[in-house]
């Protein structure tokens, strides 16, 4: 299908990207994403990815918007206070671009509804806070072979990682730590949130668009404070309840593909 003048002219930036052009960008036209927590990750990567084109975006998220949000999440303004937040955003991105088509989940991602959720999307991006949630998406996601983006942050320091199947986002975190640190106990800088939610996005639209080295296998780790990024290669854990050896909850011939392939989307 081809595109409007005025497609034409909203995308002309990617149009002439040698990387993109127009299959890229009819690639993005066709994606379907999901991003799981409209928080502060999603929100960036949320209007990042609108912006871009992205067909169909799904946000899930049960939480409503608070006036401590404000700080970092930039999809929000003062008359979303207390509006569920995948509303608030839905509106907000249909007003940055009506070619996308955004479906709101005022849920939250659980074990039961997990797979099925995530099964109906091409590419998950998780900016959630919570590492219970973060294993489940994991989880759904190899098990219905869906790439998975992550990002996390933290005080000064954030990160991200591309998850195609093995190693998995578990072979780095095996289980919830007891003690982790929440941003709501120790903080965190607004404008960090920016930088990793936009990761996200760029490396979700590295993806669909079939550009570059996506950050697969790999960890990008960037310390704010210093002024300092560096990637870590991440190796799969062998006893990962998700994608080890005796894990039966994904299909293997996608995994043991997954490090030659290019193919990580969809
Ligand atoms: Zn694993």
Redesign the pocket.
């Given at each position: 299908m081809s595109f409007s003048d005025e497609e034409v002219e909203r995308y002309a930036r990617h149009l002439v990207l040698r990387e993109i052009v127009g299959p890229g960008q009819q690639a993005l036209r066709a994606a379907r994403v999901l991003i799981v927590g409209v928080g502060g990750l999603g929100a960036p990567a949320a209007l990042y990815l609108a912006a871009a084109g992205v067909g169909a975006l799904g946000l899930a998220d049960p939480d409503t918007v608070g006036l401590s949000n404000l700080q970092r999440q930039v999809l929000f303004g003062v008359d979303d206070l207390g509006a569920p937040k995948v509303m608030a955003a839905a509106a907000r991105l249909a007003a940055l671009n009506p070619h996308v088509e955004v479906t709101p989940l005022d849920l939250r991602l659980d074990e039961a509804n997990a797979r099925e959720l995530v099964a109906g999307w091409d590419l998950v991006l998780d900016g959630t806070d919570d590492f219970a949630t973060r294993l489940n998406v994991?989880r759904a996601c190899?098990g219905a072979g869906r790439t998975l983006v992550s990002g996390a942050i933290g005080r000064w320091t954030g990160q991200v990682g591309v998850f195609p199947g093995?190693?998995?986002?578990?072979?780095l975190v095996s289980e919830a730590p007891p003690d982790a640190e929440t941003c709501a106990a120790v903080g965190v800088v607004g404008a960090l949130a920016g930088v990793i939610g936009s990761m996200i996005a760029l490396e979700a639209i590295k993806l669909i668009a079939g550009a570059g080295e996506p950050l697969a296998g790999r960890l990008w780790v960037y310390d704010a404070l210093a002024g300092e990024a560096r990637t870590v290669r991440l190796p799969?854990?062998p006893a990962?309840?998700?994608?080890?050896v005796g894990?039966d909850a994904w299909p293997r011939s996608r995994l043991d593909g997954a490090g030659q392939s290019r193919n990580f989307f969809r």
């Open positions: 994991n190899v093995r190693p998995c986002y578990q072979c799969a854990d990962c309840p998700t994608c080890g894990a």
